[in-house]
């Protein structure tokens, strides 16, 4: 028997790990014929970055050893990879997965690598294995990579197929090892799930877009019989990882399904799905059942720029302004929290224009959750091509990836690097730092609540923009600030190093435990780490906005309390205005005011005492819900 390996290593998430869905798929579509069994073995999956001495030790003999490769993956890939062909130069290596580029580029750069798939692999590594049984030419093998005569050459390619009839790694029980391991009883297993593969839409800087073979549906009943077998292994986390979740009317009844489950066996916990553009109805339909058994981690309303420019260049169409300011009140009303992604680094933005975009996005009502998220120049994206990178000058820098919220004491030995567009022919990398540097302010002091209730209060009221007030804000924090500049800067330290290409962008504080933070989550918490000192320094700033210090002092008060806090005790203040009615009724043009009238609210108890548990549990699981800002209530 022939032994055949996989590896497909995850990041350990402060005490999760994702079990390794791609190459589970390709060994459960071979490993389900028997013309395979009856002369390979499968054996152990690798899916952690374990020390490669030790793995070296408990191999046995490979023959073949598949590889999916990620960004977070594919630097210990290869120096696995090569370690293996040094103490077993027989063994034949393939790699695969969406990091491996269209061309014979990793044969070109790594002697060690016999084979790559492009696309797809369950079919492919199928035939591999057969080509290998019956001593047929490999090059023959459609939608690979390969050696002929020592020189790198690239295979016919071939359509993806339909999906009708592919096995799947959770039904087969090829996970099962894994999660009954004892060595393993501390570790909590995360899953991801495909229901269908493709998207209809082309958006340059996504790898989704390279598929033209439309939408392919996975039939219901692997569907129902994945979800069951997390259900009943105690999966706490599930990932859906179709493109548009919600695109197809049966999504409903996915959805529906996903909640039985929990009924029933209380898992999983949480369902993340990226849901569908234009389908507002369904997609509202769907969230509301999954909220109301409180599986939902907030429902994205992506738009990733604001610009006709932009979206034009990307190849995206984002709903109108006023649909998205619709959707947002809709979900709000419902008692459901949503989340806008933004993309900074787009070629065709400028800063002025991704500032404004950004602004644009809290005009339209969303106030608590924007996500910028850096723009990756990922390979087999339209972006990554010779043509597109010169017509937009694009830039790139490469910074270790510090996966946000992975412990620190990963060993980065086996590092891989994420590419970050830093500059383009409309932004420079200057600029490119400034708008990164607003956008956190934004996303912490408005989105995670510190000044969100001034910027509200003074949109209503005074007709200040939001764009005015944030921005003069950053120009003052730069001039004139000494406590938030310091903190900023500290959060923000990676950045000139990392533009001078010597550096990584990363932050973590070990007050908040040993992970990594995303860039706005630190400036929160390490200003509500000094509460009282920012909130008085801040006041500078805001009181130049007002022209009735009773008002100003009743709002400030508000605004300070109702920040969540670790070891804070039942609380309770007098003020004289109805700031409760007022921002639940934030939406309404014609509460410009709010009424005058004492009132005694209380903030109940924290059940959180150290900083390190509020950072988890209040930022990490709880911003998306508003966890970050305490509910009041009149007594």
């Not at 994205?300 to 998205?324: C, D, H, T, W, Y």
């Not at 993309?343 to 996005?361: H, Y």
Request: aromatic fraction near 14%.
């Amino acid at each position: 028997m022939k032994n055949v390996y996989f590896v497909q290593p995850n990041n350990d998430l402060s005490g999760s790990l994702f079990l390794p869905y791609a190459v589970g798929t390709i060994a459960a579509y071979s490993f389900s014929r028997e013309e395979i069994n009856r002369e390979y073995r499968l054996c152990q999956f690798v899916f952690t970055k374990r020390k490669i001495e030790e793995l070296l030790e408990e191999i046995e003999k490979p023959y073949i050893i598949g590889f999916s490769n990620y960004m977070w993956s594919v630097q210990y890939n290869l120096d696995l990879a090569s370690a293996i062909k040094k103490k077993w130069p027989e063994c034949i290596i393939v790699f695969g997965g969406i990091q491996v580029t269209d061309d014979t580029e990793y044969l070109n750069k790594y002697p060690f690598i016999d084979l790559l798939i492009h696309g797809e692999g369950e079919e492919v590594f199928y035939d591999i294995l057969m080509a290998l049984s019956e001593g047929k030419e490999i090059e023959n093998v459609f939608n690979i990579s390969c050696r002929k005569n020592g020189v790198p050459i690239q295979t016919k390619k071939r359509d993806v197929c339909s999906l009708e009839g592919y096995p799947s790694p959770y039904i087969m029980g090829l996970f099962d090892y894994i999660v009954n391991d004892p060595k393993n009883k501390n570790i909590r297993f995360d899953a991801t799930i495909e229901t269908n593969r493709g998207c209809p839409y082309g958006c340059i800087y996504c790898c989704w877009s390279r598929n033209k073979s439309g939408i392919r549906q996975f039939s219901i009943e692997r569907i129902k019989g994945d979800l069951k077998w997390m259900a009943t292994h105690g999966i706490s986390y599930c990932v859906c990882c179709d493109s548009n979740f919600g695109i197809l009317e049966r999504d409903e009844f996915i959805a529906e399904y996903v909640v039985e489950l929990k009924k029933e066996y209380g898992y999983p916990e949480k369902f993340e799905t990226t849901a569908a553009k234009n389908k507002d109805d369904l997609i509202f339909k769907i969230n509301s059942k999954l909220e109301e058994a409180s599986l939902n981690r907030g429902i994205s309303l992506a738009v990733q720029s604001m610009s006709p420019e932009v979206l034009e260049i990307i190849g995206r169409k984002n709903m109108s302004i006023k649909n998205f300011s619709e959707q947002v009140e809709k979900y709000r009303k419902s008692g459901m929290y949503t989340h806008t992604d933004l993309i900074l680094g787009l070629p065709g933005e400028t800063l002025e224009s991704f500032c404004r975009g950004l602004f644009e996005v809290i005009e339209a009502g969303q106030h608590s959750n924007i996500n910028v998220h850096r723009c990756e120049f990922l390979p087999n994206t339209k972006m990554y091509s010779k043509s597109f990178v010169e017509k937009y000058k694009l830039k790139t820098i490469k910074s270790f990836l510090y996966q946000m919220h992975s412990s620190v004491d990963n060993d980065m030995k086996y590092a891989s690097h994420s590419e970050i567009v830093v500059e383009t022919s409309t932004m420079n990398m200057k600029e490119w730092r400034e708008a990164q540097r607003v956008s956190i302010c934004v996303q912490g002091l408005h989105g995670l609540g510190l000044l969100r209730f001034f910027a509200i209060y003074l949109r209503k009221a005074k007709d200040v923009p939001y764009y005015d007030f944030y921005m003069n804000l950053y120009k003052w924090i730069e001039t004139e600030s000494v406590v938030v500049k310091r903190i900023l800067d500290k959060v923000c330290a990676s950045f000139d190093v990392f533009l001078k290409g010597d550096g990584n962008l990363y932050f973590w504080d070990p007050r908040f435990g040993r992970v990594y933070w995303e860039f706005y989550e630190g400036l929160f918490l390490c200003c509500v780490a000094e509460l009282n000192d920012f909130y008085e320094e801040i006041k500078k700033y805001v009181y130049r906005y007002f022209d009735d210090e009773l008002l100003f002092e009743d709002l400030y008060l508000y605004q300070k309390s109702i920040i969540s806090l670790p070891a804070q005790p039942i609380k309770a203040f007098e003020i004289n205005f109805d700031w409760l009615s007022y921002f639940d009724n934030m939406y309404d043009p014609d509460y410009t005011l709010p009424i005058k009238k004492k009132l005694t609210l209380r903030i109940q108890e924290s059940s959180i005492d150290n900083w390190e548990e509020y950072a988890r549990v209040t930022v990490w699981y709880g911003k998306r819900i508003g966890k970050t800002v305490n509910k009041a209530e009149c007594i």
